[in-house]
């Protein structure tokens, strides 16, 4: 079966920096996404690591090992903004298709 | 700005209805999809499109169907609909490529009584 897992919970005070994992198992892999979803809101996308190693992008980056079949999303500077639910994705097809598996989500509350 | 608008933020709708959720996007993107969210389960894959008329089965199209007639309008269609299709429903656009990021609507969290 498809599968990602990544922690239902995760607690950070302002200004600090938090890692959020997230192990696969696929039977296709071609490239990992991040989204971000605020309470009530749309989910919308951060990033997307097709090949190894880190992406960085202002205070967020992403990270990606295909031998390990593990990522993560790397948040610095914390701020209260920052608490919203994340999710990473796995396409898992190949060619022009985006298709998207979703983890369960991770959510995240950034406290004073 | 990619605006991807869903029909209905709140809808409450009886056991055994048909009902109809629409979905319009403003950047003539190529796929549309339709998930569903649960708490716990994350964002499920009902159905995508990626050309006009075209459509495919995502992982839990059972009790749902889709229309695509036009390149901006992706629908979702509960044939009966049933106390376990309450949930928040998704739609997404995105441009044609693996690569391409996918742009959320709102959201329409549907009630079945």
């Known amino acids: 079966g498809q599968s990602l897992e990544q922690p239902s919970e995760v607690t950070a005070v302002e200004g600090a920096i938090v890692q959020i994992n997230c192990t696969y198992q696929?039977?296709?892999?071609?490239?990992l996404s991040w989204y971000q979803q605020h309470d009530g809101g749309a989910p919308t996308f951060l990033s997307y690591?097709?090949?190894?190693g880190l992406e960085e992008t202002g205070r967020f980056s992403s990270f990606l090992s295909r031998s390990d079949s593990y990522g993560y999303l790397l948040l610095q500077e914390l701020q209260m903004k920052d608490s919203a639910s994340y999710f990473c994705a796995v396409r898992d097809k190949g060619g022009a298709t985006n298709k998207l598996i979703f983890g369960t989500g991770t959510l995240l509350a950034v406290q004073p | 700005d990619v605006k991807v608008t869903q029909s209905s933020r709140y809808l409450v709708k009886r056991t055994g209805e048909k009902v109809f959720l629409e979905c319009v996007q403003d950047?003539?993107?190529?796929?549309m999809f339709w998930y569903r969210q649960d708490p716990g389960l994350g964002l499920r894959l009902i159905y995508f499109s990626y050309d006009v008329k075209m459509k495919e089965k995502g992982d839990i199209p059972e009790g749902y169907s889709v229309s695509r007639e036009k390149k901006e309008r992706f629908s979702l269609i509960l044939e009966s609909a049933s106390t376990n299709q309450t949930s928040m429903y998704l739609c997404a656009s995105s441009l044609r490529g693996g690569n391409q990021p996918q742009h959320f609507g709102d959201g329409t969290r549907l009630s079945i009584l």
């Open positions: 950047m003539d993107h190529e796929n």
């Open positions: 696929t039977s296709g892999f071609y490239g």
């Open positions: 690591n097709a090949l190894d």
